[in-house]
């Protein structure tokens, strides 16, 4: 198990290698879609505020497009096993991903005119990430550039780009 002062750029390096991969053989990237297991592994326990930022915080910062979230069946073994689930996608996970994707929408309407999806101008600045302020104001996004989604391009995604069939 890595220490906790890796996750992030396990999680980081991880996500670089799928996006180097993404770009090969093809003009535009395929999105890159970031897995995250609801539970430690070998506790079973859900996972903390902290494990959110260092897993779904960190693909959102980096630009990835979505994030699949996964599970066993123990999630929901028993009546009281489903209860704990239903409390943590309540209480924890829930407001988080809400936050995050607010977030990561806003920055891409204020900063890529929603042509676009935000990621970290330098990945390796750990402390750049894609959330909403505890009282629900948009956070600064200066350490941030755009990813234009095909279609689009400039460093605001503001210039349609023709694609070969419109260039002809």
């Known amino acids: 198990m890595l220490p906790p002062a890796h996750h992030q750029a396990f999680v980081r390096h ?5 996006f180097r991969v993404a770009l ?5 990237p395929l999105p890159v879609l970031a897995y995250v297991r609801l539970t430690h592994r070998r506790s079973g326990r859900f996972l903390s505020q902290g494990d959110l930022v260092q897993t779904i915080g ?6 990835a497009a979505g994030v699949v979230l996964w599970g066993d069946l123990s999630l929901s073994s028993s009546e009281e096993e489903c209860w704990h689930l239903h409390d943590y996608l ?3 996970l ?6 995050v994707t607010r977030a990561a929408m806003a920055c891409s309407h204020q900063r890529c005119h929603g042509h676009g999806r935000c990621a970290r101008r330098d990945p390796g600045q750990m402390e750049a990430f894609l959330h909403l302020w505890p009282d629900g104001s948009l956070g600064d996004w ?9 279609g689009w391009a400039g460093p605001t995604c503001q ?3 023709l694609g070969p ?3 002809i």
Request: hydrophobic share 30%.
């Open 90 to 92: 309540v209480d924890t």
């Open 94 to 99: 829930g407001p988080y991903v809400i936050n």
């Open 165 to 167: 069939k419109e260039a």
């Open 159 to 161: 210039e349609p780009r």
């Open 24 to 28: 090969v053989g093809h003009r535009h």
């Open 142 to 150: 200066k350490s941030f550039s755009c990813h234009c989604y095909c």
């Open 14 to 18: 991880r996500l670089e290698e799928a």
């Open 58 to 63: 960190v693909s959102a910062a980096l630009g």
